[in-house]
């Protein structure tokens, strides 16, 4: 029963990972089923960081969308548009930021994190301190009542559901709160441990071939108090094992738990088997992101169409607006 709306929104860094296909993307395949879907490339959000670097980004939304696309984001059942090809986004994101007290955004802990972090760009811009005002529309202008999102991204639908309650209370009830759609997924790990992202150069991608795949899965860290094969392992402590737990079958993962404890299987034999289950589970899409990739126009024509669903969507709603604000 398609009676709840969902909006969510991923910048376009490029290629996906394994970090955007559990957590993100299985999600979104979940959800088209059950709820009317908008599903948008957050190019205005990508300004916010990468305003004095933009040659990418029109490709990165292309080789985002194709990911997509072979994923199984149907345009048949979700609303897949770009948002800088609805201009309503930055309408109500203007009227949102008359009414959005400065502290409220000084205070949101992604502000901060990313300002220390992020040394090598200059984010001491007001679109970079607004960027939950401009999220806070994207998800408003649809009424959405649920927003897949991470936890990292909490503090900011924390701020979307402050400014439309706030816009209720100045001009009358125009938009629900929306609610976050958290799922648990097993925290994914990058080749060297840390978080997997483009960024830190330790990210499987998607779309990659079956032999880089199986390279970058043996380069993976393993457990680091084994150094000797003699000695036997810990899978907790074993980054690698991260992925088992996504793509080994549960009786020989509880095989292999036992063999690593009593140092009866090396690390390379190890992560020869988790690259197999790995490039199995991809050839798949892999192999329908080579067909998709061969119709020219496929992800623009997506795009355009489903940008103009969605601006029809949003002129409802600013119509809405235009008259709560009397202007
Ligand atoms: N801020 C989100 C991220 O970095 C992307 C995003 C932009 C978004 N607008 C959104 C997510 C609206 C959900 C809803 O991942
Ligand atoms: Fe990890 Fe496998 Fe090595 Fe054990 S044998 S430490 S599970 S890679």
């Known amino acids: 029963m398609k009676n709840k709306r969902i909006v969510s929104g991923m910048r376009p860094t490029g290629k996906l990972h394994l970090g955007h296909y559990h957590g993100v993307l299985d999600n979104w395949l979940e959800l088209q089923h059950d709820y009317e879907c908008f599903f948008f490339a957050a190019d205005w959000h990508s300004l916010t960081t990468e305003y004095a670097n933009t040659a990418e980004i029109r490709d990165n939304i292309h080789e985002m969308v194709l990911d997509w696309l072979a994923f199984g984001i149907d345009p048949e059942k979700s609303t897949i548009f770009q948002q800088s090809l609805v201009p309503q986004h930055a309408e ?3 009227i949102l930021s008359m009414i959005t007290p400065v502290s409220w ?22 679109g970079f301190l607004g960027y939950p005002v401009l999220m806070a529309s994207d ?64 990210a499987i991608f998607l779309s990659e071939s079956a032999e880089e795949t199986r390279k970058k899965v043996m380069s993976m860290v393993t457990d680091v108090e084994r150094p000797r094969r003699t000695d036997p392992g810990e899978p907790d402590r074993c980054v690698a094992f991260t992925l088992h737990l ?9 095989e292999i738990v036992e063999e690593c404890r009593n140092a009866r299987i090396g690390c390379v034999d190890c992560k ?38 969605a601006m029809a969507e949003a002129g409802e709603t600013m119509k809405e607006v235009r008259q709560a604000i009397k202007m």
């Open 139 to 202: 998800i408003i202008l649809y009424k959405a009542a649920r927003v897949p999102v991470g936890h990292d991204q909490l503090p900011h639908l924390e701020i979307t559901r402050e400014i439309a309650r706030r816009f209720n209370f100045l001009y009358g009830e125009v938009f629900p709160e929306p609610a976050a759609y958290l799922t648990e997924t097993p925290k994914l790990l990058g080749l060297d441990g840390r978080k997997m992202s483009k960024s830190y150069g330790n």
């Open 105 to 126: 955004l000084e205070r949101n802990p992604t502000y901060k994190e990313m300002q220390e972090n992020l040394t090598t760009k200059d984010l001491s811009t007001f």
């Open 272 to 309: 020869k088997r988790l690259a197999q289950h790995v490039v199995d589970a991809l050839a798949p899409f892999r192999a329908k992101r080579e067909e998709l990739a061969e119709q020219p126009g496929l992800v623009e024509e997506v795009l355009a169409a489903g940008s103009s669903k």
């Open 246 to 254: 996504l793509y080994v079958p549960e009786e020989e993962r509880a």
């Open 92 to 94: 109500l994101n203007l």
